[in-house]
Nanobody, 122 residues
Framework: QVQLVESGGGLVQPGGSLRISCAASGFTLDYDVIGWFRQAPGKEREGVSCISSSDGSTYYADSVKGRFTISRDNAKNTVYLQMNSLAAEDTDVYYC???????????????WGQGTQVTVSS
């Protein structure tokens, strides 16, 4: 049984940094890609970043390029999202998801975590 558990969310001041984690268990080799998405109340879920375990390729939404960095520790089955220069518009619930196709199409991901709240406020 595939399970994804996010952690590390919280309150941070504008301009600050935060690292959130996604711990995976019960994986098979079918799930090559881990993605990070975020969603605010009343809005659609949007892709933030994803990483492939097969070749290490990473992808970022334009809104986070240069500020966010995704990384993967295969030994720990954990994917991280380092978020720097955070702004109020980054406030959302962040979800990780597992799929086999890189990109930000929500239907391409089969398993989702429960989400972790990130709030950027002074």
């Amino acid at each position: 049984q595939v399970q994804l558990v996010e952690s590390g969310g919280g309150l941070v001041q504008p301009g600050g940094s935060l690292r959130i984690s996604c711990a995976a268990s019960g994986f098979t080799l079918d799930y090559d890609v881990i993605g990070w998405f975020r969603q605010a109340p009343g809005k659609e879920r949007e892709g933030v970043s994803c990483i492939s375990s097969s070749d290490g390729s990473t992808y970022y939404a334009d809104s986070v390029k240069g500020r966010f960095t995704i990384s993967r520790d295969n030994a720990k089955n954990t994917v991280y999202l380092q978020m720097n220069s955070l702004a109020a518009e980054d406030t959302d619930v962040y979800y990780c998801a597992a799929g086999d196709t890189a990109g930000f199409a929500v239907p391409a991901y089969d398993y989702w975590g429960q989400g972790t709240q990130v709030t950027v406020s002074s």
